[in-house]
């Protein structure tokens, strides 16, 4: 049974800090990984998918990356501002099954 | 353009009840999912549709019943409703085939009182 883990749970940094927020899964035989971001009292948005072919995605300061044989991705965040404050979820796709499965999040602050 | 849309946002009813929640994309996306937020802001599936198909059913009471009456619809029926329904359900869908991202709904904060 895949299971996926967010260390740690929550993270308060000072504006400007370059971040890395950590995933790992214990099941290897992933089809994609996904990074959302998810506001107080809001939906998830998708930030990166990640392919389990990929190595790594790019999107404005995010940088995602996997290494699926060691069952782990990183988000890098480049010059955290505080409109990043937010909890950010990691998904999986198993091969093979058409469901994600979550993280528990990690809780960001920035502050100004 | 909304591309995950469900409705309502809030629902507040009483224990008994029985209650639906709808959803709706304009991706073309061929799948589409209920998930279940806890108070612990844990996200967990209780069911997918493939074209209309259940294709997950995630161990979930029997008082709940997906309907998909196309692949761009699918609501969640609840009969019964208990105080432990209480949650944030999150509609989503995806192109499963091609591997694509998931797109998520804003979510329904239901309580049950």
């Known amino acids: 049974k895949q299971e996926v883990t967010q260390i740690p749970a929550a993270l308060s940094v000072p504006e400007g800090e370059n971040l890395v927020l950590n995933c790992s899964f214990t099941d290897s035989a992933i089809y994609n990984l996904q990074w959302f971001r998810q506001d107080p009292g809001k939906g998830l948005t998708s930030l990166l998918l990640i392919q389990s072919s990929q190595r790594e995605q790019t999107s404005g300061r995010l940088n995602a990356s996997l290494d699926k044989s060691s069952g782990r991705s990183t988000l890098y965040i480049a010059a955290s501002q505080p409109g990043d404050s937010a909890t950010y979820l990691c998904a999986v796709r198993q091969g093979g099954s058409e469901k994600l499965v979550f993280g528990k999040g990690m809780k960001l602050t920035v502050n100004p | 353009d909304t591309a995950v849309s469900q409705t309502p946002k809030y629902l507040v009813t009483q224990m008994g009840n029985d209650k639906s929640i709808k959803c709706e994309q304009n991706l073309g996306h061929d799948t589409m999912y209920w998930y279940k937020q806890d108070s612990k802001k844990f996200l967990k599936i209780m069911f997918s549709?493939?074209?209309?198909?259940?294709?997950i059913n995630e161990t979930v009471p029997n008082r709940f019943s997906p309907k998909s009456p196309d692949k761009a619809h699918l609501n969640l029926h609840i009969n019964s409703l208990e105080l432990g329904d209480s949650a944030v359900y999150f509609c989503?869908?995806?192109?499963?085939?091609?591997?694509?991202?998931?797109?998520f709904g804003q979510g329904t904060r239901l309580t049950v009182v």
């Open positions: 549709y493939n074209n209309k198909e259940l294709i």
């Open positions: 989503a869908s995806s192109q499963v085939t091609g591997g694509t991202e998931a797109f």
